[in-house]
């Protein structure tokens, strides 16, 4: 299981390195979360989402619970050092894991919205740059009428 963790530790960290820098992965990562978000896709990774919750705080409590066991009987046995080293590793990528989704999330919502918002902004400089343009032609066929 630890394995699993750190390649999905890693895959999303350098899914975060994609989208934190222009390159043409990004564009392909963006389309591909776009439709990923569609359908049944959210559904899915809510429950995913819930399921490593569970597992992340079932890890946690077990921890605790050897953590009170050792702290009762004053000796740590090697058996509760290494099941406790191992439970800390596992929450600690989990918990690294559920975080980094997130960033994820939003890094493509942030995305998006400045994509969209350059959409806007180059659309009313054009509105305004047809006006002036137009504003400038009244001016100029007004000062011909006037020399004439």
Do not use: C, W
Request: hydrophobic residues 45%; proline residues 2%.
């Amino acid at each position: 299981m630890i394995y699993l963790l750190f390649t999905i530790v890693l895959t999303e960290m350098s899914l975060i390195l994609i989208l934190l820098f222009r390159n043409p992965l990004r564009n392909l990562l963006v389309m591909g979360l776009d439709l990923l978000k569609q359908g049944t896709g959210p559904l899915i990774a809510r429950t995913v989402g819930a399921t490593v919750v569970v597992v992340f705080t079932s890890t946690l409590f077990t921890a605790m619970e050897i953590q009170k066991r050792s702290k009762d009987g004053g000796v740590i046995n090697p058996t509760d050092e290494v099941l406790m080293a191992n439970l800390l590793l596992q929450s600690s990528l989990m918990g690294f894991s559920l975080f980094l989704a997130l960033m994820v999330d939003r890094l493509h919502y942030y995305i998006k919205e400045v994509h969209l918002v350059r959409r806007q902004l180059e659309r009313a400089m054009n509105i305004n740059k047809d006006h002036e343009e137009s504003k400038k032609a009244k001016v100029s066929q007004l000062d011909s009428e006037d020399k004439s």
